[in-house]
DNA sequence: AATATTATTCGTACTTTTGCGAACAACAAA
DNA sequence: TTTGTTGTTCGCAAAAGTACGAATAATATT
């Protein structure tokens, strides 16, 4: 019997996907991606929702592993976790690239 | 005043994401990659999980664009979506490489 | 007509997510 | 010490997600 168990890989896969399931999310990260300051104004600011939900989506990002803070007192800057980043890069480049593989499909 | 919608793109990418932030829907989804038969039978028999569950999973992808069903009575037959799988990789690596593009972190 | 096969839908339960305003904490400035 | 600035956390509500067994539908087979 086959073990049907989920690999860690796509336990990640699954894990950095479900992070980057929300458009604010998603803004948040491109946002990052290109500025240089970061700090949670700023964040706050591109977005059409209350800090307070800002704060939570930050949140899960860093729990992701995605995106990083730190306390620039009085204010939080908040960054790309670049080793993080690259291993998404990765695993999704690889997801997609395993699945385009076979050319035709099987429907149709 | 900056307008604070999110883009169609962003709400795209965060619809695939969605779809595939869950370990059994990314497993799907590479099973499906990798067989010429996939029909719901055999997909059930790849997971850990009840049968309702699994054609739940299965509309959700449905729903989000990556894969797509056909009847064959009695059974069901599931396949990826060749033209939104190729639509997701572009805009996933759109989306790594622009967050990818500035080298330096804006932390430490 | 009764039975078997296959997969979806229904009904239910529980958990998680999303969102907000208000309260709070930490620190700087007046 | 009071006030202001910046973000997080709390408490709550509504919605969505996850999961299961049972019921159902659709079609073959006996």
Same mark, same amino acid.
């Given at each position: ?26 803004? &948040? ?10 700090? +949670? /104004?700023?964040?706050?600011? =591109?977005?059409?929702?209350? $800090? ?27 960054? &790309? ?10 695993? +999704? /480049?690889?997801?997609?690239? =395993?699945?385009?593989?076979? $050319?035709?499909?099987?429907c149709g």
């Amino acid at each position: 019997m086959a073990n049907k168990d989920y690999s860690i890989k796509q336990e990640q896969v699954a894990r950095f996907a479900k992070a980057m399931g929300h458009p604010a999310r998603i803004a &948040i990260l491109q946002f990052l991606a290109k500025q240089s300051t970061c700090y +949670f /104004g700023d964040i706050h600011e =591109e977005l059409p929702i209350a $800090k307070a939900t800002v704060s939570q989506h930050l949140k899960e990002l860093k729990d992701a592993g995605l995106i990083q803070g730190e306390v620039e007192t009085p204010k939080v800057k908040y960054c &790309i976790n670049r080793d993080n980043w690259r291993l998404a890069q990765e695993l +999704f /480049g690889e997801f997609f690239c =395993e699945c385009a593989r076979k $050319k035709e499909s099987c429907c149709g």
